[in-house]
């Protein structure tokens, strides 16, 4: 084939541009060709042997894959439905008591977020989405903390007034799938032969995000539109609860576009940065995006869980390699560093321009979802 053939797939991995050829036929690899499903009800079991068990098929879809279906969860249906009827709502609200908690009043990067506000791609209109998120707070006594926060800390959540409704039914969600996110990460530590507890104090007070979206149909795909552009997460790993309309697309090897559509009941649980950082690569934090040409209105609420602020995570024990020096990272810093770069316009950056097409092209920019 001749090098001007060869189609490219353009992306935003680990904060950086990067392309990937698209492989057929004969050139193909070996690479997944759908979403696993794993039934995690075990991780629940008393039995360690169990644990171990369903943590063995977790590491193999996270080597392999990045991504899985979590089947028989313990968030109950009954809070995912009460969310999203409260989620679609909240959407439904006129412009104006939305912008009231518009994302740029928020040193903290939490609130609302208008179309094409964040621009993952480069190229285009901006992200063809709606969001709104919150995340942990000291301040909010629905945390739950045993001890009350430091005066120094700051606030970081805050909510419309128009829709009082929206936080009690939020948090109730929060709660839910906080305790199911931790009881996740004892099993990811099993996945790497580690303690099970191994990552416990590292996420004691993790930082969370609850982020609801809403992504209007777009006709096809196309050079000015896309829901969210190419990327991977930023998180240790997040859980995505789509409702009925199938949008999201994972990226194998060959550079071919894999369907994860909704699955009644479960979670798309996927790889991070982070966790992907820590395990040198061992589990995979694999590119995605979404791209919603089924022509209803699609919504989703991805729940982003990452350790405590303050910790500062190196290469785990089993995933060490010679010769690789990997320094810890502060979570909290490349959290927010990765959270700011995409929000260009955000007063924080100070009135930075956005990145320009050729640069993206021609050097490493930084953008997230
Ligand atoms: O809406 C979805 O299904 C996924 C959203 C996503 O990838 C993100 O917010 O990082
Ligand atoms: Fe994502």
């Known amino acids: 084939m001749a090098v001007s053939d060869q189609e490219y797939v353009y992306y935003h991995a680990g904060g950086k541009r990067g392309s990937r050829p698209v492989l057929r036929g004969a050139n193909a690899q070996e690479t997944f060709e759908s979403i696993p499903v794993v039934d995690v009800s075990r991780i629940f079991s008393s039995n360690v042997d169990e644990r171990k068990k369903v943590a063995t098929e977790i590491g193999k879809a996270c080597r392999d894959v990045g991504f899985f279906y979590a089947e028989n969860h313990d968030v109950p249906e009954s809070v995912i439905d009460e969310t999203f009827y409260a989620i679609k709502k909240f959407f439904a609200m006129p412009l104006e008591d939305k912008m009231e908690v518009h994302l740029h009043k928020s040193a903290a990067l939490r609130g609302y977020e208008p179309l094409f506000e964040t621009k993952m791609e480069g190229t285009g209109r901006g992200d063809l989405k709606e969001a709104f998120s919150i995340g942990d707070d000291p301040w909010d006594p629905e945390q739950n903390l045993p001890h009350p926060p430091h005066p120094s800390e700051p606030k970081c959540n805050f909510w419309p007034t128009a829709y009082p409704e929206l936080r009690p039914c939020m948090y109730e969600y929060y709660t839910r799938v906080l305790a199911f996110s931790r009881k996740l990460m004892q099993a990811f530590a099993l996945a790497l032969d580690l303690p099970e507890t191994y990552f416990d104090a590292a996420t004691s007070f993790p930082m969370v995000g609850v982020r609801i979206l ?40 060959n550079g071919i576009w894999v369907d994860a559509p909704p699955r009644p009941r479960t979670y798309v649980v996927n790889v991070g940065d982070f966790l992907s950082r820590i395990t040198n690569g061992a589990f995979k934090s694999t590119v995605h995006r979404v791209l919603n040409t089924s022509g209803a209105e699609r919504y989703s609420m991805p729940f982003f869980f990452s350790p405590n602020r303050e910790a500062t995570l190196d290469i785990v024990p089993t995933c060490r390699m010679e010769g690789v020096d990997e320094k810890g990272v502060n979570a909290g810093e490349y959290f927010m560093e990765r959270l700011r770069a995409a929000r260009w316009q955000h007063p924080s950056n100070q009135g930075k321009p956005p990145p320009k097409v050729q640069d993206l092209a021609t050097s490493e920019v930084t953008v997230s979802a």
């Open 214 to 253: 809403h992504y209007p149909p777009q006709e096809r795909q196309s050079a000015r539109d896309i829901g969210i552009g190419a990327h991977t997460d930023y998180s240790f790993f997040t859980l995505v609860q789509q409702e009925k309309v199938a949008a999201l697309q994972v990226l194998n090897a």
